[in-house]
């Protein structure tokens, strides 16, 4: 008997909170099967980019290289005063996330973000800060364009590898040295 009142009591109950949640009149939604989430694959995201890679401080090699995809690439490498060595990627293009992004002298448009930054500036106010500047170009037909005053010996060698297709490597005002 008293079980029964229970029973009563708990149906009525539940009924009260369903036509509460759903309104008087309305019933539930009715669910057919059950939901599932899933993953959707999107397209790969490889973009073209160079990747800068500088231990920093000095006595060490810079690398530019292209990596993910190729592309043709525009670069300009310049001097700015203050004896800092500028690399400046044209058309908008940003480094590779990849890149060195702090290293002493090394510093980015976008602070320690290389994969926001079109330009970025080295000291090279020392004699071989840069042992060798090394410029790995990849395929298609990339441009270069070139000069440095390196009053302090700042960039000790340089080489340039354009690699597939026809570059293009233009030079500015330009002091060589070699022994
Ligand atoms: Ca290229
Ligand atoms: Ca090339």
Not at 42 to 51: C, F, G, H, T, W
Not at 94 to 100: E, G, I, R
């Amino acid at each position: 008997m008293v079980v029964s009142w229970w029973r009563r009591l708990l149906r009525r109950k539940y009924q009260c909170s369903e036509s509460s949640r759903y309104g008087r009149g309305r019933k539930a939604p009715v669910h057919k099967g059950k939901y599932r989430p899933f993953l959707e694959r999107l397209e790969d995201r490889l973009v073209p980019a160079i990747q800068l890679t500088y231990t920093g401080g000095t006595g060490n090699p810079l690398t530019l290289s292209e990596v993910a995809v190729a592309a043709a690439d525009d670069i300009t490498i310049s001097e700015l005063a203050g004896n800092l060595l500028r690399i400046q990627l044209n058309n908008g293009a940003t480094f590779a996330a990849s890149s060195t992004a702090a290293a002493a002298g090394l510093t980015y448009q976008v602070a320690g973000n290389p994969a926001l930054s079109t330009f970025a500036t080295i000291d090279i106010s020392t004699a071989n800060a840069i042992t060798t500047l090394t410029a790995n170009l990849g395929d298609n037909a990339d441009t270069l364009t070139f000069g440095l005053t390196n009053a302090n010996g700042g960039v000790g060698n340089v080489t340039i590898n354009g690699e597939a297709d026809n570059d293009t490597v233009n030079l500015n005002t330009l002091t060589i040295t070699g022994t």
